[in-house]
């Protein structure tokens, strides 16, 4: 009788997990605690995602006795990988406050718009984390203990896309939620046309077209890995790194004359110095993202003529610790949330 009632389930489709559906989201919430779960204040509707369990989590012992693996015992485990969407200017704050690692809000303001200005962390290695709930069809697959080692914002003539490369502590298996129980958030996506960037203060944005932002915490699971645990036991940071790099129209030498240092070649004192601000305008009643960089410089400045193809300059560069802003990178959100709620 029982193998008839779990036939009837698979036929009527009344057993939801062996039904087949198309659901995958991502929810963010952060924790208190390192590795504490935290439910998620945000949801959104992610293009991919690579963040799962390790790959070989077990010990192996070869030995000299046979060809053959012989004995395992349970190693480090460390769950990674990436989860890419659309972003919008709400869901934003919680990447990067995760990959920057501190915030300080004003307002609201008399027309109830919050002023949020994001970090990174001056000196200390231990970043903030949070759980990652990802909707995988049938399960919902959850991350405690997730941090934000690395951060890409790529725009390239359709939606602005983000990318956030997560290491972990543990995993774990969570019922999957409905759509309509998912807090997804009612703001479109931002998209190319809302971007807008200035280059020592000169609009240029008729020129651009491309862009991708990095940052990059470093961070490594192994190295928060101690005696006594398979797991990390603490979010710990690495070098912090700021790259950017842009498609532009060529219609002057005045990049290439930045990176040399001279109006006619390059110079002994060096590279100029630029500031770069990125504006991500999603309108007067939604609110705007400007990361500005105030200390740029030019690693490569490239313009390579292939045959009779329009010439475009490929431009990358790091940015550098300002002693006047206190940061190499600063992301200035106003909208209408209040985050403080969110975050302890």
């Not at 759509?179 to 807008?196: G, R, V």
Request: hydrophobic residues 40%; glycine residues 8%; aromatic residues 10%.
């Amino acid at each position: 009788m029982a193998q008839l009632s779990i036939l009837y389930q698979i036929l009527s489709g009344g057993d939801q997990e062996m039904s087949e559906q198309i659901l995958r989201y991502l929810g963010i919430g952060i924790e208190n605690a390192f590795g504490t779960e935290a439910n998620a204040d945000i949801h959104v509707d992610i293009a991919s995602a690579g963040l799962d369990s390790p790959n070989q989590p077990e010990l192996r012992y070869e030995g000299g006795l046979r060809r053959s693996l012989r004995l395992h015992k349970p190693g480090m485990y460390i769950p990674s990988g990436p989860v890419e969407y659309a972003f919008d200017i709400n869901s934003i704050f919680y990447l990067l406050y995760l990959v920057l690692g501190s915030y300080s809000t004003d307002g609201p303001d008399i027309d109830g718009f919050y002023t949020n200005t994001i970090q990174s962390l001056a000196n200390s290695l231990e970043l903030p984390s949070a759980s990652f709930h990802l909707g995988k069809d049938q399960f919902e697959h959850t991350f405690l203990g997730g941090v934000v080692s690395q951060l890409t914002i790529t725009v390239s003539k359709e939606f602005a896309m983000v990318s956030a490369e997560v290491i972990a502590q543990k995993d774990k298996k969570n019922t999957i939620k409905a759509i309509a129980a998912l807090s997804l958030p009612s703001e479109y996506p931002l998209a190319f046309h809302e971007l807008t960037i200035a280059i020592d203060n000169v609009a240029r944005s008729a020129d651009i077209e491309s862009v991708t932002l990095t940052i990059n915490n470093n961070a490594s699971g192994e190295s928060a890995v101690r005696m006594g645990s398979r797991y990390p036991v603490k979010a710990i940071a690495g070098n912090f790194d700021v790259s950017l790099s842009m498609d532009l129209d060529f219609e002057s030498t005045a990049e290439k004359e930045k990176f040399w240092g001279g109006a006619s070649g390059p110079a002994d004192a060096g590279t100029t110095e630029v500031d770069i601000d990125l504006t991500f305008n999603a309108g007067a009643a939604v609110g705007n993202l400007v990361f500005s960089i105030p200390k740029f410089v030019y690693d490569e400045v490239g313009l390579k003529p292939s045959g009779r193809s329009r010439m475009i300059q490929s431009i990358s560069g790091t940015a550098f610790y300002d002693t006047v802003s206190s940061a190499a990178i600063l992301a200035t959100l106003t909208n209408l949330i209040d985050y403080s709620s969110y975050i302890s």
